[in-house]
């Protein structure tokens, strides 16, 4: 198979949650487990950083990847979804798995597979946790696909795990109740390894006190440890002060950021009291002895992990920026900084998935906006005519396009130069987008 092939066998050949939504959902460990005797237990030769959470688990799980490397170890790094090459989800030090690695391991195993009938994504857990073991990483962060419990990713047994936070998604597989989606997330605690849980509300955190009591678990609200005090936007730039005097810069310019941030020197701390952060080979005696590391990290995450999607600046005059931000906890942030950004005009390119929180989440955008109604390519879009009707209920007005390369030259065509451009409302329309300009690197944005 060519790898184009490859990965079409992958994704329609497979039940596949991301194409197929909630009827492409697969609960239970049983496969997974399967699967991994299959290969050996790949997972148990590296440590691992477990990371989930409604929001927030791309930009925490790809900044500790970016600290972890400055420390000088070899670091695996596992997200989802992609946004224009599947080899984007599996990276050592930022290099993403070669084409011809999945290609030949899906040929290998592929009588096995159709065997088993193991879903999409737990097939790419099983290669992702194979190759970082081939490739004899220190050490890999790894990102939940979907809750927590009973994700794929749950067999590894971390140094330490991670819950950024809780907002009501995909309640038709974790719950109806925000305590519901909780428990579920909190299944990645671990008997005895700490935990640290990055925002909470009053249904979450006695969920998380329960489960990680019953664990053993030590538990870290980052929310009780205001670890970032002052945060300060720069031009291309987020400016962190700490409580213990430290400042570095950060390039993730999302307000969303100063949440995560917090979040990620919680993380931090707790690596340093397991002895696992070094400077020049030897185990870090504080945080203030990390600064360098650290404002390595923080200043050159995208570079260093290949992180995509949150508010990325694409152009100027006019300013093009997109985010894949797709749901409410996502755009009561996003709205806020759409609204005060410093413009004359806004023109948003948008489009949603149809089993999202549509109407809540339009509530949230900003009404001064120009709209350009579109739809991702998978069939989980909500059609753009559909989604503008919807629109035009709340007052937001605007024209339809058929794909998101269509609705990004209408809104280029009406900007001036000094408007800004946002390109967003789901993954796949920041997936779709992104892939346009690489198809047409000319385009000029």
């Known amino acids: ?17 991301e194409q197929q939504g ?81 290609v030949d391991f899906v040929e ?43 994700d794929s990713t749950n067999i590894i047994n971390p140094l330490l795990s991670i819950i950024t936070n809780i907002s009501l998604e995909h309640t038709q597989q974790l719950g109806g109740t925000l305590a519901e989606i909780a428990w579920q997330k909190a299944g990645i605690i671990k008997p005895g390894v700490p935990c640290v849980v990055g925002e909470v509300r009053d249904e979450t955190r ?7 009591d019953e664990l053993g678990a030590p538990l870290v609200f980052a929310e009780d440890h205001a670890m970032v005090i002052a945060a300060e936007p720069l031009p291309g730039a987020m400016n962190y002060r700490l ?87 996502a755009w009561e942030y996003l709205g806020r900084q759409l609204e005060s950004y410093n413009c004359q005009e806004l023109h948003i390119v948008f489009g949603m998935m149809a089993d999202k929180a549509v109407e809540s989440v339009l509530r949230l955008v900003p009404q001064r906006a120009h709209f350009y109604w579109t739809k991702a390519n998978t069939h989980r879009a909500m059609n753009e005519e559909k989604l503008m009707q919807t629109a035009a209920q709340l007052g937001l007005h605007g024209q339809c396009y058929p794909t998101v390369g269509q609705a990004f030259a209408a809104a280029i065509g009406h900007a001036s130069p000094s408007d800004l451009v946002f390109v967003g409302g789901s993954c796949y329309v920041v997936a779709d987008f992104l892939k346009s300009l690489k198809e047409t690197p000319n385009h000029s944005i």
């Open 22 to 102: 909630g009827s492409g959902y697969k609960p239970g460990m049983d496969t997974m487990l399967q699967l991994d005797e299959h290969f050996g237990h790949p997972h148990r030769q590296f440590a691992s950083i477990h990371v989930a959470g409604t929001n927030g688990k791309g930009s925490v799980s790809h900044t500790l990847a970016a600290v972890l490397q400055a420390c000088g170890y070899r670091v695996g790094l596992y997200t989802s979804p992609h946004l224009v090459d599947f080899q984007e989800r599996i990276r050592v030090n930022g290099e993403p798995i070669p084409h011809d690695y999945v």
């Open 243 to 329: 409580a213990n005097g430290m400042e570095l810069t950060g390039e993730l310019q999302g307000i969303c950021q100063v949440k995560n941030t917090n979040t990620i020197f919680c993380a931090v701390q707790q690596l340093l009291d397991l002895g696992v952060l070094k400077v020049d080979g030897e185990p870090a005696k504080d945080m203030s002895s990390l600064q360098s590391v650290l404002s390595e990290a923080f200043q050159h995450v995208a570079s260093t992990t290949g992180l995509m999607g949150r508010w990325q600046v694409l152009g100027t005059n006019p300013t093009v920026v997109c985010d894949a931000g797709h749901n409410i906890g």
């Open 108 to 150: 290998a195993h592929r009588e096995y597979f159709e065997t088993v009938k193991p879903t999409f994504f737990e097939i790419v857990t099983a290669l992702c946790f194979k190759y970082f073991s081939e490739q004899q990483v220190d050490v890999a962060v790894v990102e939940v696909g979907l809750g927590g419990r009973m």
């Open 206 to 212: 006695p969920v998380f006190e329960r489960v990680a």
């Open 1 to 17: 198979m060519t790898y184009e092939e490859t990965i079409e066998y992958l994704f329609c050949k497979t039940t596949n949650f």
